[in-house]
């Protein structure tokens, strides 16, 4: 596969990245009332290291996470993920002016919400992975029947990899993510790494509006990647 970022100042990443959030940061730029989900089954695809499964799991909320390299052990996990980390980091310094920064402040703390989240998740890896919460998905397929999980929450990877994945990968991974839902789909950011928003998003919508799907973009209390302060939400 070839990563060919958009002639502009957008960040230079050389692969998918390894990365991942914090339930509190999910919680932010998906708008989530956790309160609303306590008895609902939740998949997060594609998770990467998310910390947002082991968080869950902790409060008692039933959830699984999705990813291409969770056929992989957690030595090598913990390789990729800090190496991922470190890449991110150096090419983030050239494209700081992308980003809004009350948040996280600078690059130092951002870096600590990363490697929260990586710690996070592989210490709960090897025990969900064979409790069934870390399983491996490779896009657009999903292992899952129809409607098994009320709640999917997918995050930093659609979008933001345009420039990697065509029209088709995208709907028919959104597709997919529709089809195991029984509620509601949300997808953050819709921005890629140029930070401009998806280019065919109108086609998107306009799409799933013939395939009947109810679609609607929706305001966040986020905004990390400039302009990135809305998410797409599906529902039934």
């Known amino acids: 596969m070839n990563f060919v970022n958009r002639p502009n100042d957008s960040i ?62 957690e030595p090598t996990l913990r390789a ?32 600590e919400f990363r490697q929260t989240a990586l710690e996070k998740f592989l210490a709960d890896y090897p025990n969900g992975r064979t409790a069934g919460r870390y399983i491996q998905t490779v896009l657009p397929k999903l292992p899952f029947s129809d409607r098994s999980f009320d709640l999917v929450l997918s995050a930093h990877f659609l979008f933001l990899y345009s420039d990697c994945f065509d029209y088709a990968f995208h709907w028919q991974t959104i597709l997919e993510l529709y089809r195991v839902c029984s509620q509601e789909v949300r997808i953050y950011p819709l921005q890629g790494k140029d930070v401009q928003t998806y280019p ?37």
Request: hydrophobic share 50%; proline share 2%.
């Open 12 to 73: 230079q990443l050389d692969r998918v990245v390894f990365l991942g959030r914090t339930l509190s940061e999910y919680v932010k730029f998906f708008d989530l009332d956790l309160s609303q989900w306590q008895k609902a089954k939740i998949l997060d695809c594609p998770a990467g290291a998310a910390a947002v499964v082991a968080e869950l799991h902790q409060m008692g909320i039933d959830a699984v996470a999705g990813d291409l390299l969770f056929n992989l052990d």
């Open 80 to 111: 990729k993920g800090q190496a991922d980390l470190a890449h991110v980091i150096e090419r983030l310094a050239d494209v700081t002016h992308n980003y809004n920064w009350d948040f996280y402040q600078n690059i130092a703390k951002l870096t």
């Open 200 to 236: 065919f998003l109108n086609n998107l919508i306009n799409d799933l509006n013939q395939a009947e799907i109810s679609a609607e973009i929706v305001n966040v209390p986020w905004e990390f990647i400039q302009g990135s302060n809305q998410m797409l939400r599906l529902w039934r």
